[in-house]
């Protein structure tokens, strides 16, 4: 649910947002669409996956050249603390967030790059 509000609020500010379920279907994505000339401005990228932690798939990201910024995102507040000692992430976004959050960190983290994320 998640990811289809997440998307749905980044459409509305004009990005273009994609979803996937996996951290497989993350990398083929991002890889296919930096080669077409296409590349994503961000990831938004959960900590608590169903079958992975959202840290191990930064850090396979940044192993594969995943160089744009990576957002955690996360419910609890710990966790989120701990990202600002991983460089791996570029920043954190709590969940449940407000579309002014998600806004001010797409804005933030995307650097005036045409908005294309991926959640």
Known sequence: MVRTVAVTLLVQMGARGESVATSTEASVLLARESAAG?????VLLDLHLERELGTDVCRRLRSEGVAIPIVGMSGDGDAL???????????SIAKPFSAQDL?????RLAGGEPLRTLE
Do not use: I, K, S
């Not at 701990?82 to 920043?91: E, M, S, V």
């Not at 806004?103 to 804005?107: D, H, I, M, T």
């Open 81 to 91: 603390a701990a990202l600002t000692h991983d460089a791996r992430f570029n920043g």
């Open 103 to 107: 806004y001010a960190c797409v804005e």
């Open 38 to 42: 296409r590349p994503f401005a961000m």
